[in-house]
C-alpha cells in the first residue's frame, strides 16, 4: 500500500502522484457502488499492480479538506486567477464572477495580472486602484519574460492552487515557466490512452514539489453566479463594509436609495467605480433572476 495524489483522471484511469513516480489507477468498484467519484487532489491509497509498469487500484480515498464543483476537485488550498493587463482588455465582471464564485467556496484567491512587459503605466495602476482593496493579493507579472515569477512561487509554497482564467490571457506561458515538464507529461499520458485530443478539457495537477501543486484548468468565458441572492452579493465587495454604517436604510441595495455610504464613497474615490459598476450589473441579474 501506498499513499499519494491524483492528478489527473481521464476515462476511468486516474494518474496518481507517489514516491515511485506517476502510477496509473483504476478505482476499486466499491467507490461505483457507493456512488463515490475520485477527484483531482484527491490524497489516496493505493495498492501497486506492478513497479515495472507503474500501475496500480486506488483502494481508499483520504479524508477530504474540500470539495470544488468548478472546477471539479479536492483539497484545494487557494486559487490564482490570471487576467492579461492588455492584449486582452480584461473583462472585469468575468473577474469579479470569478472572485465571487471563490469567496462562496471559501478559497481564498490571488488575482494575478499577466504581459506586464507590453502594458502601460496607466493600465496598471487603473488595476491597482480597482483591485487591491478587494481582499485577494494581487500580483504583476511578465509570464515571457519571466518577470514576478519567483512572487508567483511564493505566492504557491506549500499548497495546492487552481490557476485559471480566459483564453489569450498567457496562461499557458506562465504555467510552462512554473513547470516545463507539463506539456511533455501531458503528451505521455495522451500516448498511454490515446485521447490526446481530449486532454485540455480536463483539470489536472503539476507537482511543483512534493508539498506544492498546481491545477491548470481549461480556459473559461463564462461564470454564471448561483445560490446567491441579491441581497447578500453586497457581502462579496470587501471595501464596501466600513462605509455601509453611513447608509441611511439597515439593509441598503447601494443602488438607488437616497444617503447611501457605499455611493457616497465611490463619489469620492474610496471605492473603485470598475467594482461597483460590476456590482451593479450583478445585482441586476440577480434581481432578473427573481422574477423567473
Not at 495522451?190 to 491545477?215: V, Y
Not at 437616497?258 to 464613497?265: H, N, Q
Amino acid at each position: 500500500m501506498m499513499n499519494g495524489k491524483i492528478i489527473k483522471g481521464i476515462a476511468g484511469f486516474y494518474y496518481v502522484h507517489t514516491p515511485l513516480g506517476l502510477v496509473e489507477c483504476k478505482a476499486k468498484g466499491v467507490f461505483r457502488k457507493e456512488g463515490i467519484k475520485p477527484l483531482v487532489g484527491d490524497n489516496v491509497k493505493i495498492e501497486i499492480i506492478s513497479k515495472e509498469e507503474k500501475t496500480g487500484n486506488i483502494t481508499s480515498i483520504l479524508e477530504r479538506q474540500n470539495a470544488l464543483i468548478r472546477p471539479s476537485s479536492a483539497n484545494i488550498d487557494q486559487a490564482m486567477i490570471i487576467f492579461a493587463i492588455t492584449k486582452p482588455a480584461p473583462n472585469y465582471n468575468l473577474l469579479d464572477r470569478f472572485l465571487i464564485s471563490m469567496q462562496q467556496q471559501d478559497i481564498p484567491t490571488v488575482v494575478c495580472f499577466n504581459k506586464l512587459d507590453i502594458a502601460e503605466d496607466d493600465d496598471v495602476t487603473l488595476l491597482k486602484n480597482a483591485y487591491e482593496g478587494c481582499g485577494c493579493k494581487v500580483i504583476f507579472v511578465s509570464g515571457k519574460m519571466e518577470k514576478g515569477l519567483n512572487d508567483i512561487k511564493k505566492v504557491l509554497k506549500g499548497k495546492t492552487t487552481v490557476i485559471a482564467g480566459p483564453s489569450g490571457v498567457g496562461k499557458s506561458t506562465i504555467v510552462n515557466a512554473l513547470y516545463p515538464q507539463a506539456n511533455m507529461e501531458t503528451g505521455e499520458i495522451s500516448r498511454k490512452i490515446e485521447r490526446g485530443k481530449h486532454t485540455t478539457r480536463h483539470a489536472e495537477l503539476f507537482a511543483l514539489s512534493d508539498d506544492t501543486f498546481i491545477m491548470d484548468t481549461p480556459g473559461f468565458t463564462s461564470l454564471w453566479l448561483s445560490g446567491i441572492e441579491k441581497e447578500e452579493l453586497g457581502e462579496y465587495y470587501p471595501e464596501f463594509a466600513k462605509y455601509e454604517e453611513n447608509c441611511k436604510f439597515i439593509g441598503c441595495a447601494h443602488i438607488s436609495e437616497p444617503v447611501c455610504g457605499v455611493k457616497e464613497a465611490v463619489d469620492n474615490g474610496d471605492i473603485n467605480r470598475i467594482r461597483y459598476d460590476n456590482y451593479c450589473t450583478l445585482y441586476k441579474e440577480l434581481k432578473d433572476n427573481q422574477k423567473y
